[in-house]
Nanobody, 119 residues
Protein backbone atom coordinates (compact mmCIF):
# COMPACT_ATOMS: atom_id res chain seq x y z
CA UNK A 1 0.00 0.00 0.00
CA UNK A 2 1.32 3.44 -0.94
CA UNK A 3 2.03 5.96 1.82
CA UNK A 4 2.92 9.64 1.45
CA UNK A 5 4.92 11.75 3.91
CA UNK A 6 5.28 15.50 3.44
CA UNK A 7 8.10 17.66 4.79
CA UNK A 8 9.54 21.13 4.35
CA UNK A 9 6.78 23.31 5.73
CA UNK A 10 7.37 26.11 8.20
CA UNK A 11 7.17 29.81 8.87
CA UNK A 12 8.43 32.20 6.20
CA UNK A 13 8.19 35.93 5.61
CA UNK A 14 6.24 37.33 2.66
CA UNK A 15 8.37 37.20 -0.46
CA UNK A 16 10.32 34.23 0.83
CA UNK A 17 10.65 30.70 -0.49
CA UNK A 18 10.06 27.16 0.70
CA UNK A 19 10.49 23.75 -0.87
CA UNK A 20 8.09 20.99 0.06
CA UNK A 21 8.90 17.33 -0.42
CA UNK A 22 6.66 14.27 -0.48
CA UNK A 23 8.30 10.90 0.03
CA UNK A 24 6.45 7.96 -1.45
CA UNK A 25 6.74 4.52 0.11
CA UNK A 26 5.43 1.52 -1.74
CA UNK A 27 5.20 0.93 -5.45
CA UNK A 28 3.19 3.35 -7.54
CA UNK A 29 1.13 2.17 -10.47
CA UNK A 30 2.69 3.04 -13.80
CA UNK A 31 -0.29 5.27 -14.53
CA UNK A 32 -0.54 7.90 -11.84
CA UNK A 33 -1.06 11.59 -11.22
CA UNK A 34 0.68 13.28 -8.30
CA UNK A 35 -0.29 16.63 -6.89
CA UNK A 36 -0.20 19.16 -4.10
CA UNK A 37 -3.37 20.49 -2.52
CA UNK A 38 -3.83 23.01 0.27
CA UNK A 39 -6.47 23.88 2.79
CA UNK A 40 -6.66 27.13 4.69
CA UNK A 41 -8.79 27.50 7.84
CA UNK A 42 -12.45 27.80 6.93
CA UNK A 43 -11.84 27.08 3.27
CA UNK A 44 -12.18 24.07 1.03
CA UNK A 45 -9.18 22.03 -0.04
CA UNK A 46 -7.93 23.28 -3.40
CA UNK A 47 -5.53 22.07 -6.05
CA UNK A 48 -2.16 23.80 -6.03
CA UNK A 49 -0.42 21.84 -8.77
CA UNK A 50 -0.32 18.40 -10.36
CA UNK A 51 2.10 16.44 -12.50
CA UNK A 52 1.78 13.29 -14.60
CA UNK A 53 4.35 10.52 -14.83
CA UNK A 54 5.53 12.08 -18.10
CA UNK A 55 5.99 15.48 -16.48
CA UNK A 56 2.95 17.33 -17.74
CA UNK A 57 2.01 19.96 -15.17
CA UNK A 58 -1.07 21.90 -14.17
CA UNK A 59 -1.27 24.82 -11.72
CA UNK A 60 -3.95 26.64 -9.82
CA UNK A 61 -4.41 30.20 -11.04
CA UNK A 62 -3.28 31.74 -7.76
CA UNK A 63 0.17 30.10 -7.86
CA UNK A 64 1.05 30.27 -11.55
CA UNK A 65 4.45 31.82 -12.08
CA UNK A 66 5.41 31.45 -8.41
CA UNK A 67 5.26 27.72 -7.67
CA UNK A 68 6.92 24.84 -9.51
CA UNK A 69 5.98 21.18 -9.15
CA UNK A 70 8.43 18.44 -10.03
CA UNK A 71 8.93 14.76 -9.41
CA UNK A 72 11.85 12.37 -9.24
CA UNK A 73 10.41 9.02 -10.28
CA UNK A 74 13.61 7.14 -9.49
CA UNK A 75 13.66 8.54 -5.96
CA UNK A 76 9.87 8.28 -5.53
CA UNK A 77 9.67 11.90 -4.41
CA UNK A 78 7.43 14.81 -5.30
CA UNK A 79 8.49 18.42 -4.82
CA UNK A 80 6.89 21.84 -4.70
CA UNK A 81 9.15 24.87 -4.99
CA UNK A 82 7.30 27.91 -3.69
CA UNK A 83 8.69 31.38 -4.40
CA UNK A 84 7.42 34.88 -3.67
CA UNK A 85 5.17 33.52 -0.96
CA UNK A 86 2.20 35.60 0.14
CA UNK A 87 0.17 35.56 3.36
CA UNK A 88 -2.73 34.05 1.42
CA UNK A 89 -0.55 30.99 0.71
CA UNK A 90 -0.82 30.09 4.40
CA UNK A 91 -2.42 26.65 4.62
CA UNK A 92 -1.82 22.99 5.30
CA UNK A 93 -0.31 21.48 2.17
CA UNK A 94 -1.17 17.90 1.27
CA UNK A 95 0.51 15.48 -1.10
CA UNK A 96 -1.81 13.33 -3.20
CA UNK A 97 -1.49 10.53 -5.71
CA UNK A 98 -4.17 9.06 -7.94
CA UNK A 99 -3.35 5.66 -9.38
CA UNK A 100 -5.07 3.64 -12.06
CA UNK A 101 -4.90 -0.03 -11.14
CA UNK A 102 -6.82 -2.95 -12.65
CA UNK A 103 -10.44 -2.49 -11.70
CA UNK A 104 -9.88 0.43 -9.36
CA UNK A 105 -8.73 3.99 -8.89
CA UNK A 106 -6.64 4.58 -5.75
CA UNK A 107 -6.60 8.04 -4.19
CA UNK A 108 -4.00 8.45 -1.42
CA UNK A 109 -3.31 11.47 0.82
CA UNK A 110 -0.46 12.43 3.07
CA UNK A 111 -1.05 13.93 6.50
CA UNK A 112 -0.03 17.42 5.43
CA UNK A 113 2.56 20.01 6.34
CA UNK A 114 1.83 23.51 7.64
CA UNK A 115 3.02 26.53 5.67
CA UNK A 116 2.68 29.90 7.36
CA UNK A 117 3.55 33.13 5.57
CA UNK A 118 3.75 36.02 7.97
CA UNK A 119 5.97 38.92 8.96
Amino acid sequence: QVQLVESGGGLVQPGGSLRLSCAVSGSLASSNLMGWYRQAPGKQRELVASITTMGRTNYGDSVKGRFTISRDNAANTLYLQMNNLKPEDTAVYYCNVKEVRPGMLNNTWGRGTQVTVSS
